[in-house]
């Protein structure tokens, strides 16, 4: 009876601890979400050009590979965590500015932004209810990934010599749009079962999926424009 005992109170110890992780990951993932999209605002409003963008996008790449592991478990992880959704914010303006400027572009903006509330809402809310295991899902994500990557590569060498392949770029923002839903059950998953128990690293995860299923919606929207 004392290991039935201690059983029981070891899993509900660590069904307190993944709540607490969850409700601090959505308390920060909808602040800096927050925070990313006054900076695309900001962004936007001073016309903000591409070299910029692009230089801000490689920093916050920077920050999650190199800076975020030795900071995520203190308070400096989050002035870091801030940064990195402050500069991806501000890197989007030049892109959305672009989409803006397209007929019915603001629109589309407002489909993407609907559509990946949905997506995330949706897919969270399904996890959360079943409370469903999606770790085997990783090696299929790992898989995935592989493949996206390649695929972007390519497309980015085939512009460069003046190719375009606007069914391959239209196949690839559907499958990050795929790869992303599967990134948020999983990363869900793994936080309400245990798996990832650092709120800031699991904020990040989530709002680079988020992110990205959003950029990917425009493309499909727009056409790939």
């Known amino acids: 009876m004392q290991n039935v005992s201690s059983i029981q109170s070891i899993q509900s110890t660590s069904q307190i601890a993944a709540s607490k992780v969850l409700r601090n990951t959505y308390l920060l993932l909808g602040l800096t979400l927050g925070f990313s999209a006054l900076c695309a605002g900001i962004s936007m409003a001073v016309e903000l050009g591409y070299g910029i963008s692009l230089v801000m996008s490689l920093t916050a790449m920077g920050l999650i590979w190199f800076v975020l592991p030795r900071t995520a478990n203190s308070a400096n992880g989050l002035l870091v965590v801030?940064?990195?959704t402050g500069l991806v914010g501000g890197s989007l303006g030049p892109m959305l500015n672009h989409y803006v400027h397209l007929a019915n572009g603001a629109n589309i903006i407002m489909q993407a932004l609907?559509?990946?509330?949905?997506?995330?809402?949706?897919l969270s809310a399904y996890v959360l209810?079943?409370?469903k295991n999606f770790n085997f899902l990783s090696g299929f994500l790992a898989a995935g990934m592989m493949l996206m990557l390649v695929i972007m590569f390519f497309l980015i060498g085939?512009?460069?010599?003046?190719?375009?392949?606007s069914a391959l770029s239209l196949a690839?923002?559907?499958g990050i749009v795929l790869l992303m839903s599967g990134m948020i059950l999983y990363q869900t998953s793994e936080i309400i079962h245990g798996g990832e128990t650092n709120y800031i690293m699991a904020t990040t995860s989530l709002f680079?999926?988020?992110i990205n299923l959003f950029t990917s919606?425009?493309?499909?929207?727009s056409g790939n424009e």
């Open 208 to 210: 680079l999926s988020i």
């Open 114 to 122: 609907g559509g990946t509330a949905a997506v995330f809402i949706g």
């Open 217 to 221: 919606l425009l493309r499909l929207l």
């Open 82 to 84: 801030f940064a990195f």
């Open 129 to 131: 209810t079943t409370r």
């Open 158 to 165: 085939a512009s460069f010599f003046g190719y375009q392949f």
């Open 172 to 174: 690839y923002s559907a």
